[in-house]
């Protein structure tokens, strides 16, 4: 299969899991682990993957990755997190350090180290609520959990989830938070704007759809400031160029393409190829989706919108075809323009993907959310950054 065309993947990792019981915090768990493998694709489309060191004949031997934060010093941040927490929590912090390589096709040789950390679990309030934890990006993640246990943020909002009531289905007007308006920027805009893997289906009858209001103008940048995706080459081995825009004016402007399905719809990659490991094919990813804010502050927004609901947070974003489902971990009753502190939890917001046509403004001010995990294809990514900004909805569609 060796040939010119040949396009070749290498990787070397190391991990370190803590598993923390708040109910066994004298029994956390800590492990680690490494790996190294490889895949190399041929011009005919034909591949192999391996673990272990590539073929001697390769030449080739990727360096060791950084060793992972000091167990220690990892375990003692996430017990501290959880142990100023309220209820019950049982949660895993994930660190991956790694060094990768794409070699072949004319493609210089570049070593790409990275670091991604994941705290994934659930947490379960005094009263019985079940409520997802999720925190993730670029880094070790420590400092991250420091500053949550500092500021007590999730610890604030297990205890207006264990103060509210079940949120009942309907449709409402809304204002979304940054954290929450992110979730549905990334389902409803992000996901749509990939390019179908390997080039599947031609999507080019999404171009020129209207996807959102003409208030909204959207970027991918592997290089944002204070984005979790990070890279200057990605897995296919080609160099980022800048941020690729996606939307603007509220409809689909380009996609976001591998080398594959760039070459299947005749257009040139955007670097956006990126895969969970080199035993994945490299799929069209979002790196980081940039929403460009409005000029309306949340108070505006509340007061014009009178009566309805602020939504503060979501979890468990999910797209399929044209429907988005996201569980809705807190969200606030809003009556004469104010927020009441009347609080619900649960329920599910079940929407179809041109939920953003009905958006009426975009807040002041974008925020990176503090979940960067997304899935796709059964790989997950724990580095894929949303920025965006608080938003109105005439309406939001909410099931019991």
Known sequence: MDGPREIRRLERSRLLYVTVDSARLGETAVRTCSFEGGRAVGGDGSSFTFSGPPPAAWGLRL???PTPA???????????????????????????????TVLGAGLPPAETPSAVWALLGNAVTPNGRVVPVGLSGRGSGTPELARETAEGGFARLLDQVNRSQPLPGGTVPAVLAPPAAAVLVHEAIGHFAEAAPEGRVSLSHRLGFRIATEGFHLRDDPTAAGGSAHYSVDDDGVPVRGATEV???????????????????????????????VWDPPLPRMSNLLCAPGDTSEEEMLDRMGEGLYVGSLAYGYGFGFRLEAQIRLAEEVRGGRRTGRCFSGGVLDEDRVVLTRALELGDTAVFHHN?????????????GTCAPALRLSALRISA
């Not at 299947?264 to 990659?269: C, H, K, L, R, Y």
Request: aromatic residues 6%; proline residues 5%.
């Open 247 to 277: 939307v603007r004016d509220g409809r689909m402007l380009r996609f976001l393409h591998s080398r594959v399905s760039a070459r299947a719809m005749g257009v040139e990659p955007t670097g956006n190829a990126r895969a969970s490991s």
């Open 63 to 65: 360096p060791e990755p």
């Open 70 to 100: 000091d167990p220690a010093e990892a375990r003692c941040a996430v017990e501290a997190m959880v142990g100023s927490w309220s209820g019950r929590t049982r949660v895993q912090y994930l660190l991956k350090t790694t060094v990768r």
């Open 372 to 384: 960067a995990m997304c899935g796709k294809e059964g790989q997950i990514l724990y580095d894929v």
